[in-house]
């Protein structure tokens, strides 16, 4: 990817129409330049609605995702994760690779200092899957603040 002054000019999604990816092989990410270089501070990402398929049973699978990341040099364009994410909707994965998946494409495209996920999906079988990953130990002298989704209680 290139950039030019913001960096935004580069794009090819933001502020054109822009159909859904079929696949999260198709979906594009899109970067542009960290507007804060050299400062530390946290970006918080939240899709409550996020929606995947069973791989075995074509099910509809949903989760409350939260993606944390410490910017370096570049930060994730929204349109392009929210069109990412959003490809994973006609996608068959297991909860774990879907989650994992989309840390470590955001790893890959924005090397950032530091990057979660919570990856909090509704139950399926009876039973509710939490998919955590992070790159590493959080950097100190960061506020990163607690997730906050509530583990899963049901009807009790």
Known sequence: MTTKDNGTEALTQLG???????SPEEAQLERVPAPHKGTRYVVRFTAP???????????????HIVIDYI??????????????????????????????TIAKTLVDLLDPEW?????????????????????GTPPEGVW???????????RG
């Open 16 to 22: 054109r129409a822009t159909p859904m990816p079929a």
């Open 49 to 63: 609605e996020f929606t995947s398929l069973c791989p075995v049973t074509g099910q509809p699978d949903f989760a």
């Open 71 to 100: 910017p370096r040099d570049w930060i994730v364009e929204s349109k392009s994760l929210k069109l990412y994410l959003t490809s994973f909707r006609n996608h068959g994965a297991f909860h774990e690779d879907c989650s994992v």
């Open 115 to 135: 990057l979660r996920i919570g990856a909090y999906w509704y139950p399926r079988g009876g039973m509710p899957i939490d998919v955590f990953w992070q790159t």
């Open 144 to 154: 990163i603040p607690d997730q906050d989704v509530p583990g899963y209680r049901g």
